[in-house]
């Protein structure tokens, strides 16, 4: 049992000027967190204990899933990141430090160089695979922006699990068994959250899903079908033909030209035209480390710059810039066009729904009309290349796609031997041939689970946490110091609780019961126990619950079994 008057956490009225999210103001408020410089913080005793929960819960689930727990260090020898290449491509997240022999190290921002070096040397052959180890550890990431508190800070607790496995099979198995521990581990601690399909870049395949808590205030939009499990970040989401294909017998003709000065963007193309939106053929020129590339898709829709990458399994893309355009179609930006023009052609889905358009002419203040693709111009391939929209049909059945916010907590990805082949980590099979082993990667942030879960739990009065996550299970407040035997009967129920394996804090403060009260709230503690005069005159105490707002009043004798009895109900409300 702890005693309020001798622990600290110094709640708070005022609402913090610099917090912009809920979770950040709360945490404040409550005294779980104090600042420290940007992006770093304290970790005050009640949100130690929260952070500490959190952390059993991910272990429990890691111990079940068959992961093993080691601790590597924070500070990594730079040779590790040369070798793996990441030391140059890491870029400026990575905080770069010398030792007094001015040899180079960094902070570990995450750790696949580190386990990989660590396999290497001990594992050599397929009888000592699968292994999967996870570590729950410091990390250090410069980020540009560290805002919303334990959200996005750059010293953070991380969860970080690698697996090693003989081949893409195995792989595959022990991907699903992390996947569905992250299930179980957001579900124990009352969190309401969807696996999204995200992107995995060069590496391919649908083999990264990023766990995201629902919550507005969330960074990351979130696309879920309303009708089945779909569910994808934006980037990822599919957007396959929907059905609006023409035939491909194209009438004969030719595009005519049309004078369109000054009009450059969709808006003001689609309204001098008098042609919806959805008919133009929009051109976007981009620069790649496979070349320069020409994007056409409905005026009405958005390129994604992810899949044009992916498909053209590029390293890096980028939208050219006013003078590169000039270069590729003799016109300014705005009147590009994909009739006769001398780069690569990729186009979108969308652009087999147009029988036929309007276009830029490759020529300053002209556009293109009665443009039929396949006939004026013939693209190289017709791919997914645009954003999801709203309102989009499912990739996976008919129901209609929507948008939410999320806050990214957990990640799982697999990793094919990226690493392995860097850092050369191989082992023997059964036949004695020297093979790759192949790796899976899977990280969770405590502290921004921590704060996702008051995204989702909190009211106007303050945090409502999930009482498998919560700093104290319940709080016995006596409503006054004053009166001797009433603190007696409380301290013992408090005891009695305490001894019964419940975390208990004791408000034996001197103050107002108001602000008692108050405090009880704003720390969130699930069930509050009022010992008031009146009641205990008449031998009664207040159970109240936090989340729910409601009262009871119950004989003092029977408190210690009444809240056990409302624990474990909450705690089914954790069930994995
Ligand atoms: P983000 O896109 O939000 O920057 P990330 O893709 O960089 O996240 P990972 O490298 O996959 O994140 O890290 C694994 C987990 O670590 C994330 O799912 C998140 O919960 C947590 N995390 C990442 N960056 C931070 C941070 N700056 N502060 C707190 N937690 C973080
Ligand atoms: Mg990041």
């Known amino acids: 049992m702890i005693r309020y008057s001798e622990y600290l ?4 009225k005022e609402t913090p000027s610099d917090a912009e999210v809920v979770s950040h103001r709360l945490m404040l408020r409550a005294g779980l967190i104090r600042k420290v410089a940007s992006g770093i913080y304290n970790y005050l005793p009640a949100g130690l204990r929260v952070l500490r929960k959190v952390e059993r819960i991910i272990r429990e689930e890691m111990d079940r899933a068959g992961a093993q727990e080691v601790l590597m260090p924070a500070v990594i020898p730079a040779e590790l990141w040369k070798e793996s290449g990441r030391w140059e491509a890491y870029g400026k997240e990575l905080l770069r430090f010398r030792d007094r022999a001015d040899r180079e190290f960094c902070l570990g921002p995450t750790h696949e160089e580190v386990i990989t070096d660590l396999v290497r040397r001990e594992i050599h052959s397929y009888r000592q695979l699968p292994l999967n180890l996870y570590q729950i550890q410091d990390k250090f990431r410069d980020e540009i922006r560290p805002r919303f508190g334990l959200m996005r800070g750059r010293e953070f607790f991380m969860k970080d699990a690698y697996s090693f496995d003989v ?12 996947y569905d521990a992250y299930g179980r581990i957001f579900r124990r601690m009352g969190l309401e959250f969807r696996a999204v399909e995200a992107d995995t870049g060069a590496i391919g395949g649908s083999s990264s899903h990023e766990f995201m808590v629902i919550a507005d205030s969330g960074e990351d939009a979130v696309v879920s079908c309303e009708r089945c499990e779909y569910s994808a970040n934006v980037e990822k989401a599919e957007c396959p033909p929907d059905g609006s294909e023409r035939p491909s017998s194209p009438s004969p003709g030719t595009p005519r030209k049309v004078s369109t000065p000054g009009k450059r963007t969709i808006e003001e193309v689609s309204s001098f035209l008098g042609i919806a939106p959805g008919l133009l053929l929009k051109t976007l020129l981009f620069e790649t480390d496979k070349g320069d590339v020409a994007v056409v898709l409905s005026g009405s829709h958005e390129v994604n710059e992810t899949k044009v990458k992916n498909h053209l399994g590029a390293d890096w893309v980028k939208l050219a810039g006013e003078e590169r355009v000039r270069e590729l179609t003799g016109a300014p930006s705005g009147y590009a066009g994909p009739v006769g023009l001398s780069v690569r052609v990729l186009a979108d889905h969308s652009v087999r729904g147009i029988a036929c358009g309007a276009t830029g002419a490759n020529e300053k203040d002209a556009h293109l009309v009665d443009v039929v693709p396949g006939r004026d111009f013939q693209p190289e391939a017709y791919a997914d290349l645009r954003l999801v929209e709203e309102g989009d049909r499912c990739p996976r ?23 392995s082949k860097s850092l050369s980590a191989t082992y023997l099979d059964a036949g004695g041939k020297e093979r790759m082993i192949v790796m899976g990667c899977y990280g969770i942030g405590v502290g921004r689970t921590a704060a996702a879960a008051i995204e989702q739990h909190h009211d106007p009065d303050g945090i409502q946490w999930p009482v498998s996550i919560a700093p104290f299970e319940v709080c016995v407040l006596p409503v006054t110091m004053k009166n001797a035997a009433l603190v007696k ?68 004798s029977a408190i210690a079994d009444r809240v056990c009895a409302e624990l474990d109900l909450k705690r089914k409300e954790c069930a994995p």
């Open 9 to 12: 956490m110094p709640t708070s």
């Open 167 to 178: 081949d893409e099979e195995s792989a595959a198995v022990t991907y699903r068994k992390m």
């Open 397 to 419: 059945c008919p129901g209609p796609l929507r948008f939410s916010r999320g806050i990214e907590v957990g990640h799982v990805f697999r990793l094919g031997t990226k690493y």
């Open 489 to 556: 009967e409380a301290e013992r129920v408090a005891e009695d609780l305490s001894g019964k394996g419940i975390e208990v804090l004791f408000d034996d403060r001197d103050e107002r019961p108001g602000i008692k009260f108050k405090d009880a709230d704003l720390v969130g503690i699930p069930l509050r126990v009022t010992f008031g005069e009146k009641n205990y005159e008449a031998g009664y105490a207040e159970i109240r619950d936090r989340k729910k707002g409601e009262t009871v009043r119950v004989g003092i």
